[in-house]
């Protein structure tokens, strides 16, 4: 007799807080005729990410904003955690700044209330052949850091540490500072100051800014300060650049 190798499916987990469209998710597709299997469906983020926990799932497809945990947070959270789930948002158009914030932190695709079925399937298809040669991990880093390299080029002249800028891609500061190490080859200090610097020196080249001024504009409240750290990054100091 010939046995066959039985092929173990693909693990679906879908959330939504709002009823009927989490049970219009769960019918929306033949997900066995798929090659999916319908592992669980969750009411709310802890839920969700309980599940995540537990069942392991190689695909998620959720709502953002929901009760406890929001989309975006369990997307950090579960590639903090080291899985390679690979996430489908589902959202209304109201939510589509939320949703560009989940592509930035590696979600696969945005799909709009009401889900359309021809549309999903074909996100599936796009999923599963990624899972097929999978590099999640690698690919959801990238896309942290770079969602982080352009909010500090963004907001270079606030009051900005790493736990602020952490928190704006939902991962713990030690993750992130391990994380951007480990892809940019430097330390997120680091990484600041010569974006502070590489436009302190364009302001500076103003003639209608004081230095005081291109202090206060690239971030820092104390003049002397800015001062020493310029004369550190550029062996000058930012009076002398001037002449």
């Excluded at 952490?166 to 500072?177: G, Q």
């Excluded at 005081?212 to 690239?218: C, G, I, L, N, R």
Aim: contains cysteine; glycine residues 4%.
């Amino acid at each position: 007799m010939r046995w066959r190798r039985r092929m173990r499916m693909v693990r679906v987990v879908l959330a939504d807080d709002e009823p009927l469209a989490l049970t219009l998710l769960e019918h929306i597709i033949d997900w066995k005729r798929f090659g999916l299997s319908l592992a669980g469906c969750a009411k709310n983020g802890d839920e969700l990410y309980e599940m995540i926990l537990t069942l392991r799932p190689e695909i998620v497809i959720t709502d953002i904003c929901m009760p406890g945990r929001s989309g975006l947070e369990i997307i950090a959270k579960t590639l903090e955690a080291g899985l390679p789930t690979r996430f489908l948002i589902v959202s209304s158009y109201a939510s589509f700044s939320y949703a560009r914030e989940a592509m930035q932190l590696g979600a696969e695709d945005f799909l709009p209330k009401p889900v359309n079925r021809a549309e999903l399937m074909k996100a599936l298809t796009v999923v599963k052949e990624k899972l097929k040669s999978p590099e999640p991990q690698t690919e959801s880093c990238s896309k942290i850091i770079r969602a982080v390299k352009n909010y500090i080029e963004a907001h270079f002249e606030e009051h900005l540490t790493l736990e602020s800028v952490a928190a704006t891609v939902y991962v713990s500061p030690s993750y992130l500072s391990t994380l951007f190490k480990k892809e940019t080859g430097s330390n997120f200090s680091e990484y600041l100051t010569a974006i502070r610097m590489k436009n302190a020196k364009r302001l500076l080249d103003d003639a209608s800014y004081t230095v005081a001024q291109v202090a206060e504009m690239t971030g820092y409240r104390d003049v002397k300060h800015f001062s020493g750290v310029f004369q550190k990054f550029y062996n000058i100091s930012p009076a002398k650049y001037r002449k």
